[in-house]
């Protein structure tokens, strides 16, 4: 782009700047921060390690991951994951192998490796801190909405 058409833009930002609300505007996730500053958010840095495999809460959920992953090197020459997630490498880690989707391409091909769109792992599979929900969060999984049903319908007989 070159400075002459460049310089409209910067403008436009301008203009866009100065219309925007300073106050008023209260984000949970940002507190009263106002949108065009950056805010401080607290570091994570303490990521739940217990071991303990959490429930899933629906079908194609990717699992959560149970124990720290800071430093798992992951890029073109290795794959730390894999190290002892692959198929190969279980009898080693103990860890859960990943399951056959992983190695299906998009076009539904199996492959003999770990597919390039599952490569990522942290695309889909994140660590848990224990921290406080910044909003309320009234999700029930199928089975608690089944059991919940069942209950109502069991009282109503009564
Ligand atoms: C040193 C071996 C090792 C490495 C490296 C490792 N894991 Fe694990 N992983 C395990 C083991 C063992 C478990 C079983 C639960 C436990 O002991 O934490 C597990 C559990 C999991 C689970 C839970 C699966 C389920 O069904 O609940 C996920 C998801 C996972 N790991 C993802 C990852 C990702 C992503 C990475 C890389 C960033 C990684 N792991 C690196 C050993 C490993
Ligand atoms: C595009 C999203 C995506 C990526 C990338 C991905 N996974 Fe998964 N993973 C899933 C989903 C969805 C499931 C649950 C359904 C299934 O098995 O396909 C799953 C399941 C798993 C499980 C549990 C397997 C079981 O039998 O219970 C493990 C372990 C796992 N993934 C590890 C990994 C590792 C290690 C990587 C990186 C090499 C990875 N995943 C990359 C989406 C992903």
Known sequence: MTPRTLLPLLGLLAAFAWAQPSGGLVDAARGPVPILQPTDPPRLGNAINDD???PR???MQPPT???????????????KC???HARTRTDFSQAIPVSPTH????SGKVLPQISTRRYF??????????VQ??????FE???QIARRAAEAAQAGKK
Request: aromatic fraction near 8%; charge should be negative.
């Open 133 to 138: 929900p910044l909003v309320g969060n009234g």
């Open 141 to 143: 999984n199928a089975d």
């Open 121 to 130: 792992c942290m695309q889909c599979h994140v660590a848990q801190d224990a």
């Open 57 to 59: 809460n629906y079908d």
């Open 52 to 54: 303990v495999r959490r």
């Open 103 to 106: 190695y299906i391409d998009r």
């Open 82 to 84: 894999l190290d002892c």
């Open 65 to 79: 991951i149970p124990h720290r992953v800071d430093g798992y090197q992951i890029d073109r020459n290795f794959n």
